[in-house]
């Protein structure tokens, strides 16, 4: 997830997380303030009733003509009910049914003289009034419609707003933070835009003390020094192997002429050829460091070109030969690889015939017979190149550094090398977007297969 998405995301949950808390607290407050003003209104219908008792004459006939008279103070579905200080009813307003009450009501009411029970439905208020010198018990119950009503339209409204609010603040979280953080992507695309061979771009820096600037020139400034020692080694590496390419060619053109003599005794022919070797070998490896510096994973792909592999593998077997003449190939393509098939792949060429001067040496070098088996398998989204030969096996310990730089096996015992080669070879293959991996599928026998991928 982006920076940009995690900004906003975490904006939206903790605005939403706040803004239903404080919903939440206005709900639960109008809640108690609507328990709170219903309670007031009970109140003042009890002191209404009462003040009623207090001046009526003949409290029984007067009752209903009052109530009737009245009835805009009423509550809704009210009902009133009167007990003498015997807890006697003498009044009901009820008419159409048979009227019952809680005694425990009237006897909570003898301890506390009032009582309000708001968890009931309908809502009772309860109360112990002293009138004219006698003892009455007022039940007055009623449904709190308008305000649930209030509540339940204010509850919904709550809920609109917060369903609104949290997409908007998602929205808006996300807009803003992705102008706020424009600068920071326009950053990170010039940096991804600098390579091995770019490092003098220069990141744009704006004229201003924030972050992202800050972080800009600290880049600038770590880009300059990262092309200083970058040139100072390439230059080195260059020069170095430009440098020994001339005494190589003229040591390896010498050693040729020496052998081509016939005054030599067997050991000493035999030292030449074994020199000459050696010098082909470091030659190789010249090139190969040489080639290597002038491109880097970036940019190579900008010179590819099609190139049949058939012909990278016959080119790199006939170099090979000229220093080990014993060595011979067995060329096949494998029947599962159709007739329409190119044997192309992109890449660039004097890079693909290391590799395979590289797994040729080795055939050359470790195997018995001095013979490698190549196989050719084309399918539609690969090239696969396997390269067998028989001779001592690499342990399972040693398999998985194989292809690190200076490894070299316990079969490479007595046998001169550098260590380098398939080290170079798996580089250049990455830089080709493929892969190269050893196995060994029966005894005595090696297997390094190249997997290209169209």
Known sequence: MSLKRKIALTL???F???FGIVLIIIYVSFNDFRKEEFKERFVRRLDFTTNFISKSKNFEEEAPIFFNENSDNVLLNETILIFNAKKELIYSTIKDRKV??????????????AVHKQDTFPEVYAALKNINGENYYIITSAFDTNGQSKLD??????ITAFITCTLLIGFFSYYFMGKFLRPLEDLNKEISEVTAHKLT???QVEQSNDEISILAKSFNTMIVRLNDVFQSQKDFTASASHEIRTPITRMAFQLENLIKLEQHSP??????????????QLSDLTNSLLLLTKFDKENIQTIYEEVRIDEVIFESFERVQKSFPNLTMDFLISENTSDQSFLTIKGVQPLLNIVFINLFKNAAVYSDDSEAKVLITETESQLIVDVVSAGSTISLEEQPKLFDAFMR????QNITGSGLGLRIAKRILEYHNAKIKYNSPEEHTNKFTVTFNK
């Open 100 to 113: 019952t009450w809680d005694n425990e009501l009237l006897k909570e009411v003898d301890n506390k003289k």
């Open 153 to 158: 339209y204010l509850k919904y409204l709550l």
């Open 12 to 14: 939206s949950i903790w």
């Open 16 to 18: 939403s997380l706040l």
């Open 201 to 203: 771009t220069q990141i």
């Open 267 to 280: 050991e000493t022919l035999s030292a030449l050829k074994q020199m000459l070797k050696d010098v082909y």
């Open 409 to 412: 096996g316990h079969n490479s």
